[in-house]
């Protein structure tokens, strides 16, 4: 079973919204953050968010902009996108961290080596 499923992705003018969802089909506890990846640039954290706490955080590229939430009975973190530019286009990845989240780890949550379980990637496009 996929830890993690990702959907959400697609295409859209600049100006417009998607929404991003991954459901994490066997872990209770969790910290999921959002990451992206555009070609040829290294992967950036943009977002995350605590399963029990709903604390989230935000990359200042996007700060304003995206919303990430979860839904406990659903099990499930979702990356709210507005005012997207055609800068946001990249791969999106969601990725838990499914130990617990103190201020140690908020401290480098935009690091990937802090995740343990990554989801396939969606693709996100946005044009000008």
């Known amino acids: 079973q996929v830890p993690l499923a990702e959907s959400g992705g697609g295409s859209v003018q600049a100006g417009g919204s998607l929404k991003l969802s991954c459901a994490a089909s066997t872990y209770a506890y969790w910290t999921m953050g959002w990451f992206r990846q555009a070609p040829g640039k290294e992967r950036e954290g943009v977002a995350a968010v605590n399963r029990g706490s709903g604390t989230t955080t935000y990359s200042d590229s996007v700060k304003g902009r995206f919303t990430a939430s979860r839904d406990n009975a659903k099990n499930t973190a979702y990356l709210q996108m507005n005012s997207l530019n055609p800068g946001d286009t990249a791969v999106y990845y969601c990725?838990?961290?499914?130990?617990?989240?103190?201020?140690?780890?908020?401290?480098?949550?935009?690091?990937?080596?802090?995740?343990?379980?990554w989801g396939q990637g969606t693709q996100v496009t946005v044009s000008s």
């Open positions: 990725a838990a961290a499914t130990y617990g989240a103190n201020a140690a780890f908020w401290a480098r949550w935009r690091t990937p080596g802090q995740y343990d379980y």
